[in-house]
Every structure is written in C-alpha cells, then in structure tokens.
C-alpha cells in the first residue's frame, strides 16, 4: 500500500519530535491541522486526497512568504528568518517550483496556442497557462509573467 501525504507528514512530525526537531514538528503540526480544519469544513467529515493536501500545504507555505515579507518590512528579521525557515519544510512535500525561464516558455506557448495579444488577451491566455502550471508556480508570479509578455 502507497503512503498518502497526510500519512508522510504525520510519520515525518514523529521523527522531528523524537529529534526533538522544533521548528520541524510545529510546522508539521500547523500544517496537519490546516488539513485536519479542511476535512472537517464541509458538511460532512472526510478525506482529502494527496492533491487536495497539496494545495493546503501550498497554500500554508504561501502564508509563510507573506508574512517573511511582511515582517522583513517591519524589520523584525528573526521572525522573517522562522518564517522562511518553515517555508523551506513545507517546500519538500510540494512539487519543484518552474523556475523563471521555464514559466516564461509555458507562457510564450500558451500566447501562441491562443492566439492572444495585447493586455486585454490576458484571460485567454491564463486559461490556457493555469492547467500547465497547476502547483508548479504561484498564481501571482503566472500573471506577471503573462501580463509582461502581452504588454512585450
């Protein structure tokens, strides 16, 4: 039988805790108990699948950016050192980021695919970009990319 992720993390928080990893086992468990929260949001109880908890700890890490980004502004370095810090835990159970380049080439493709052109093309061409890109890059760091190559 295959390990769901929800398994991994859990067997993973036991190591970090036997280790006595903390910043490993309170970003595990935060992040467990975010999935935990969205199996039981409905109207009944259920089981996310690995994709599902993908998304959660996508979306957990991206919590971890902002606020790295907010409290840098603010000047609170340690605290933007931890959040990063997490950042980079959650960051191995999500799949490999595109790297820059690679996003501008999906991107190209899919204005060519389209046929779009111009900033007001930029719908058409996310539709088309999303499906590629699912988990692989940030929703925010897509658009730019789009919206820089329309306006080319």
Do not use: C, W
């Amino acid at each position: 039988m295959t390990t769901t992720l929800k398994q991994r993390l859990h067997d993973d928080l036991t190591t970090a805790m036997k280790s006595r990893d903390e910043l490993r086992s309170a970003t595990i468990r935060l992040t467990l108990s975010a999935i935990t929260k969205e199996e039981v949001a409905g109207e009944t109880a259920r089981q996310l699948s690995d994709d599902e908890v993908l998304k959660v700890i996508a979306r957990e890490a991206k919590k971890r950016r902002e606020a790295a980004e907010a409290f840098a502004q603010g000047g609170r370095a340690e605290s933007a050192q931890r959040e990063r810090e997490e950042g980079e835990v959650l960051a191995e159970y999500l799949p490999k980021q595109l790297d820059d380049q690679e996003l501008a080439e999906i991107v190209r493709s899919a204005i060519e695919e389209s046929g779009a052109s111009g900033p007001k093309a930029m719908g058409a061409v996310m539709k088309v970009v999303n499906p590629k890109v699912a988990g692989l890059a940030e929703g925010g760091r897509v658009a730019a990319e789009v919206k820089r190559q329309l306006a080319g």
